[in-house]
Structure formats: structure tokens, C-alpha cells
């Protein structure tokens, strides 16, 4: 069931049905009272019972789920009960009566077992002074008492809304303290799960790298081992069999092993020491100059660079070390891409917006742009087109990896103009008031 202001307001009259079905016969045994008073007789029998049934029936109709039923059914238990108490008064003799004194205790009375509206209290504290007033006039009494009367059941009547509006307040900023209390456990068992949740999905992206790594060292490291087993055969052999090229070939080869064995620890050690640091607000201009000044050395000789990050741009959540990476890295790609072209008309640009709570760049090239068997495979750790020489495959999974931490997005698409598109969301940095 949706939770209307109506229902939640509801939430304030707490269970009354009850207490008013013990209140009824409580009334009804009130009879004693009268007998005591004035004597049995039926006019307070009647009223009695009235008083009872009307509270009772009320009680049974009212839906405490509804603060307007809630508020209807108090308004006409007051009002009932008020009329039904003068009716009592006349009954027991009116202004020289045994119950003529109770006029300001009513409403007070009214204000303890209704604390949650004033209006109904208000309308009995109005009934009863002007009940009081009436039979004193009717008796003759000076103006002077008449409005003493009516002065003392007035104030009386107020002085009790005020308390109960301020217990209101009280149960108010209670239940107010509960929620808050409530709303904060929630959060707080939220952010232990969510943290439960990144590390072991950390956990399963360290194994899943691990298992590449492995494989893809694996290659080269066995080659190495062959090659060595072969030179130290070949070098110890008496006499000597294979010729000097034929060992510089094997020693060449081994060569390119080893170096293949350490670029992809030189890829891995860059972005390795990744949940140390926390991201922090970094301003975008700065990162994408650490990024160029470094870049600039490749891409000099192939492309254009251009820059496009305006003053205003909002800090974004990232560590500052390894959003520079993630760049570089896209710019390196970008300039791969573009080497077979030459320079001349070859283009790449860095491009910072902000759209609503989000910083987008994007790195952008005019280069041959993404095949379409090789988009759907880009973040693939070790998915490369560039040959075990020049490539590893591991600068865009990780990128994404890195990137993913600090809360953003990495996407790569084809430019309809031609050319490959590498678009970076990250949120605005939390200090940042974003206009909506
Ligand atoms: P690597 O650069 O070592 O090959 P990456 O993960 O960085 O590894 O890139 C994977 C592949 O994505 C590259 O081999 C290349 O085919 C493709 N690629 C990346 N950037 C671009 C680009 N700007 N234009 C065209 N292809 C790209």
C-alpha cells in the first residue's frame, strides 16, 4: 500500500480504538455517581447510556489509518460528551448541582484522552462555558459570576490545548528521532554491503586478471626456458654445432620474451596500488595537462592535439595519478591509431563538459576509428590489434577498472565523422553544487 500524508499523519493517533472501549463502560458505571448525586432516575440513566453508546459506536466506525476519520470521530466524541455532561448537570440541579463545579474539568479531561487535535477540545471548552454561563443566568446569578464562569472553563480549556500541543511537539520530534535513527542504521547496514560488494567484486576482477596474467606470461616465460636450454646445450657441446647467427637468432628471441614479460608488468605496475588511494576532488584542466605534457612526446610527430576543458568545468571524485593514466593511456591509443596516416590533417582532441551531475570528457581521434569485431572486444584484458611488440591488450580493461572505482564510466564508440571516441563520465566532485 503506498504511504499517503494522510495514512503517516495517522501515525500520530497511535492505537485509540481500544482505550475508547474500556472508556465506554467506564461512563456507563459513572451511574453510581449520579445515583449518589441526585439519587436513581432515568434522565441520567438515558444520558449515561447515550454518553456510552456514542463513544462506543464511534470507536468501532472510526479506520485508525485515516487521520481524517480519526479527527471526525474525536470532534463527535467531544461534542457528544459535552452536550451529554450539561444534560447530566441539569439532570443533577443545574447551577446549585453536585456536578456544576466539574464544567472546567471536561475539556482538561478531554485534552488528556484526545491530546492529538485541539479543535474538538476547543468546541467542548466553548459548550461547557457556555453551558456554565447559561444556567447561571437562567438562575438569576449576578453578570459578574456569569462570566467568572465562563472566564475560568475558557482558561482552563486553553491552558490544556497548550499542553497538549506541546506534547504533540514532544511525540512529534520522538517519532521524528526514531526515523532519523532508523534511516541512518539503513544506511549505514547499506554502505557495509555495498563496501562487501566492491571488495568482492574486486576480489573476482584480481582473480580474473590473475588468470590472464598467468596465461599470458606463461607463452613467452616457456620460450625463454626452451631457448635457455638449448644455448646452454649449444655452448657446452664439444665440439660447438650451431653457428654464431643461428645463437644470436635464439638470443634475439629470448630478448623479445623478457621484454614482452616486462611490458605487461609495466602495464600492470601502473595502475597496481589501485585501493590505496581514495578519490579525492580533482580539478579536470590539471589532469588532462599531466596527462598531455607526457603525451605530447608520442604524438608530436603524428597528430594535432587539442584541448578543450572550459575554466568552469566542476572538479570530478577521481585520484588524480590515475585518471592522468587512464588518459594517457587513450591518447597513446589515439596517437597508434593515427601513425599509419601521418601527420598531416591527423587530429585528437580532449573534450570536458558537464551534463547535470556529471563531468563528461572525451577523447576523440580522426583516425580509422573502431572495426566492428574489435568494439565489442575493446576492454578485454589482453584483446589487442597491435601485435606482442607494441601492444597488451590491457590499457583499456584497466582504464575501465580504474575508472569504475572512482564511481564513473569508460564507453568507446566509432564518431559518425569518422574516427574513435573514448567518453569518460565521472560524478562532480561532493563539494560541488550542481544546478539543476
Ligand atoms: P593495447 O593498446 O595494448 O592494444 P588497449 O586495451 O589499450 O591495449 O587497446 C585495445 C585495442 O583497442 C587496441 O589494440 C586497438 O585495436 C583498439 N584501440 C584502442 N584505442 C583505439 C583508437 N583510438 N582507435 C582505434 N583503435 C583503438
Redesign the pocket.
Known amino acids: 500500500m503506498p504511504v499517503t500524508p494522510e495514512v503517516a499523519a495517522s501515525g500520530e493517533w497511535g492505537p485509540r480504538r481500544k482505550m475508547l472501549l474500556w472508556l465506554a463502560p467506564a461512563l456507563l458505571s459513572q451511574y453510581v455517581l449520579d445515583v449518589l448525586a441526585v439519587g436513581p432516575g432515568l434522565p441520567a440513566l438515558v444520558l449515561r447510556v447515550v454518553w456510552a453508546l456514542c463513544v462506543a459506536l464511534s470507536a468501532l466506525r472510526m479506520d485508525e489509518h485515516s487521520a481524517s476519520s480519526m479527527r471526525l470521530h474525536t470532534t463527535f466524541q467531544c461534542v457528544a460528551g459535552s452536550l451529554c455532561f450539561i444534560g447530566l448537570v441539569l439532570v443533577a440541579g443545574g447551577s446549585d448541582g453536585a456536578y456544576f463545579h466539574l464544567f472546567p474539568c471536561l475539556p482538561l479531561i478531554l485534552c488528556l484522552i484526545y491530546p492529538q487535535d485541539t479543535l474538538p477540545v476547543m468546541l467542548s471548552g466553548a459548550l461547557c462555558s457556555a453551558g456554565a454561563g447559561g444556567m447561571l443566568w437562567m438562575a438569576g446569578r449576578p453578570m459578574s459570576q456569569v462570566l467568572l464562569w465562563v472566564g475560568i472553563v475558557v482558561t482552563v480549556t486553553l491552558v490544556g490545548a497548550y499542553g497538549a500541543s506541546e506534547f504533540r511537539k514532544a511525540q512529534r520530534a520522538e517519532n521524528e528521532g526514531r526515523l532519523e535513527r532508523a534511516r541512518r542504521e539503513a544506511l549505514e547496514s547499506l554502505a557495509i554491503s555495498e563496501r562487501r560488494r566492491a571488495h568482492s567484486e574486486k576480489l573476482a576482477t584480481i582473480g580474473q586478471l590473475a588468470a590472464s596474467v598467468m596465461h599470458e606470461i606463461n607463452n613467452p616465460v616457456a620460450f625463454i626456458g626452451a631457448n635457455l636450454d638449448y644455448l646452454e646445450r649449444e655452448v657446452l657441446a664439444e665440439p660447438r654445432r650451431a653457428s654464431r647467427e643461428e645463437l644470436a637468432e635464439v638470443f634475439r628471441e629470448t630478448r623479445t620474451g623478457v621484454e614482452r614479460v616486462r611490458q605487461i608488468i609495466g602495464d600492470l605496475r601502473g595502475f597496481s596500488r589501485m585501493d590505496t588511494e581514495e578519490p579525492t576532488e580533482c580539478a579536470v584542466a590539471d589532469v588532462v595537462s599531466d596527462a598531455v605534457r607526457i603525451a605530447r612526446l608520442r604524438l608530436q610527430h603524428v597528430a594535432r592535439l587539442e584541448v578543450d576543458i572550459p575554466e568552469d568545468l566542476p572538479p570530478v571524485l577521481a585520484v588524480r595519478r590515475r585518471l592522468a593514466q587512464v588518459l594517457l593511456?587513450?591518447l597513446?591509443?589515439?596517437g597508434?591509431?593515427l601513425e599509419a596516416r601521418g601527420r598531416e590533417g591527423s587530429e585528437v582532441r580532449i573534450i570536458g563538459v558537464c551534463e547535470g551531475a556529471r563531468v563528461v570528457l572525451r577523447v576523440e581521434?580522426n583516425?580509422?576509428?573502431?572495426p566492428p569485431h574489435?568494439l565489442p572486444r575493446?576492454f578485454e584484458t589482453f584483446?589487442?590489434?597491435?601485435g606482442p611488440e607494441?601492444?597488451?591488450?590491457?590499457?583499456?580493461?584497466l582504464?575501465r577498472e580504474l575508472v569504475e572505482q572512482c564511481g564513473g564510466s569508460l564507453v568507446?564508440e566509432n564518431r559518425e565523422e569518422g574516427g574513435?571516441r573514448?567518453r569518460l563520465e565521472f560524478p562532480v566532485g561532493g563539494s560541488v553544487k550542481v544546478a539543476s
Open positions: 593511456n587513450l597513446v591509443n589515439a597508434d591509431a581521434d583516425g580509422p576509428g573502431f574489435v575493446l584483446f589487442t590489434t597491435k607494441k601492444g597488451t591488450g590491457l590499457g583499456l580493461a582504464s568507446a574513435a573514448l
